[in-house]
C-alpha cells in the first residue's frame, strides 16, 4: 500500500522560498510520478507540477518560473520549492503518486501560511 | 485552461438513494477525465479515470460516463461513507479539476 506524507515549514515568509518534502512508503520511488497539488480558498485544487525518478518533469506554466521538484532516490523521498512566495500561495499542500495526468495515491496534505 | 464546472454545488441525498454528480468542461477532453472523493482531513481518493474506469479498489456502486464536454459521476445507492466532496480532474491538457460538490445526508 503506497503511502505518502507530507513535511515541511508551516509559516513562511513573503518573498522567500516554500520548501516541502514528501517521504514515500510502500513502494519504491523509481516508479510512477511524483506530483505536488495545493488547495487554497481562492483558486481550488491547483495541480502544481509532477517529477518523475529519471529526471523529467512537468511544471504548471502559471507557476513554472517559481517551482522546482526534484526525486531523491536514496531516500524515497521527493521535493517542492516554490519561490518568492506571497499570501497568494497559503494553501494546503498534497504531495501525491501516480501517472501523468491522474492521481492515484495521495497524502493527507499540509497547510502552508505565508505571512510575516 | 479548460475549465471544469460541477453542479450541483450541494447535493443532498439520503442513504440508500442514488446520487448523480455532473462536470462539465468548457472544450473537449474527450475521455480525459477522473473523479476523486475527499473527506476532510483525509487524503483524497482516487474513484475513476477515463471517464468511465474504476480506480483499483473500487465498489461498483461508483460509476463515471461521458466524454467530450459532459460528464456524469453516478453513486447508485448512498452509503454513510460516500456523503464527501467530489472533483472531477481532466488531463486531456495540463490538469486542472473542478470546484467540487458536497454531497451530504438529506
Known amino acids: 500500500q503506497v503511502q505518502l506524507q507530507e513535511s515541511g515549514p508551516g509559516l513562511v515568509r513573503p518573498s522567500e522560498t516554500l520548501s516541502l518534502t514528501c517521504t514515500v512508503s510502500?513502494?519504491?520511488?523509481?516508479?510512477?510520478?511524483w506530483s505536488w497539488i495545493r488547495q487554497s480558498p481562492g483558486k481550488g485544487l491547483e495541480w502544481i507540477g509532477y517529477?518523475?525518478?529519471?529526471?523529467?518533469?512537468n511544471y504548471n506554466p502559471s507557476l513554472k518560473s517559481r517551482v522546482t521538484m526534484s526525486v531523491d532516490t536514496s531516500n524515497n523521498q521527493f521535493s517542492l520549492k516554490l519561490t518568492s512566495v506571497t499570501a497568494a500561495d497559503s494553501a494546503v499542500y498534497y504531495c501525491?503518486?501516480?501517472?501523468?495526468?491522474?492521481?492515484?495515491?495521495w497524502g493527507q496534505g499540509t497547510l502552508v501560511t505565508v505571512a510575516s | 485552461e479548460i475549465v471544469l464546472t460541477q453542479s450541483p454545488a450541494t447535493l443532498s441525498v439520503s442513504p440508500g438513494e442514488r446520487a448523480t454528480l455532473s462536470c462539465r468542461a468548457s472544450?473537449?477532453?474527450?475521455?480525459?477525465l477522473a473523479w476523486y472523493q475527499h473527506k476532510p482531513g483525509q487524503a483524497p481518493r482516487f474513484l475513476i479515470y477515463?471517464?468511465?474506469n474504476r480506480a483499483a479498489g473500487i465498489p461498483d456502486r461508483f460509476s463515471g460516463s461521458g466524454s467530450g464536454t459532459e460528464f456524469t459521476l453516478t453513486i447508485s445507492s448512498l452509503q454513510s461513507d460516500d456523503f464527501a466532496l467530489y472533483y472531477c480532474?481532466?488531463?486531456?491538457?495540463?490538469?486542472?479539476f473542478g470546484q467540487g460538490t458536497k454531497v451530504e445526508i438529506k
Open positions: 501525491a503518486s501516480g501517472g501523468s495526468g491522474t492521481l492515484a495515491d
Open positions: 510502500g513502494v519504491s520511488i523509481n516508479s510512477f510520478f
Open positions: 517529477s518523475h525518478f529519471s529526471g523529467s518533469h
Open positions: 472544450q473537449s477532453v474527450s475521455t480525459n
Open positions: 477515463g471517464a468511465s
Open positions: 480532474q481532466q488531463y486531456n491538457t495540463w490538469p486542472t
